[in-house]
């Protein structure tokens, strides 16, 4: 069973930067697709970024895209998420997840391992 734990959040002002890691335990990272998802208090939890197994495909949302950047280290099973020029819209509880295959990588749906999730705050 695959366990994912998150860290890194914190509370930053607009224009900051953090870094999140996740740490996977009880599989290994190398088979499986990795990414990264928030949910902001009343709103659906929605997608942010993905790498794929091989760590040679990326996907972000819209969103973030120039401003954050997926990575993973099979040899250490952490995958992280560096985000920059971090704004008010970015707060949120960030979750680590993780599927062996699947399509649509946006949906939540389809990833099966998931972290009890990190929590972001942009202060303006």
């Known amino acids: 069973q695959m366990q994912l734990v998150e860290s890194g959040g914190g509370l930053v002002q607009a224009g900051g930067s953090l870094r999140l890691s996740c740490a996977a335990s009880?599989?290994?990272?190398?088979?499986?697709?990795m990414a990264w998802f928030r949910q902001a208090p009343g709103k659906e939890r929605e997608f942010v970024a993905a790498?794929?197994?091989?760590?040679?495909?990326?996907y972000y949302a819209n969103s973030v895209k120039g401003r954050f950047t997926i990575s993973r280290d099979d040899a250490k099973n952490t995958v992280s998420l560096e985000m920059i020029s971090l704004n008010p819209e970015d707060t949120a509880a960030y979750y680590c997840?993780?599927?062996?295959?699947?399509?649509?990588?946006?949906?939540?749906?389809?990833?099966?391992?998931w972290g009890q999730g990190t929590q972001v705050t942009v202060s303006s």
């Open positions: 997840a993780a599927r062996l295959s699947g399509l649509d990588y946006a949906t939540p749906l389809t990833w099966h391992y």
């Open positions: 009880g599989g290994a990272l190398s088979v499986y697709n």
């Open positions: 790498v794929s197994r091989s760590g040679g495909m990326t």
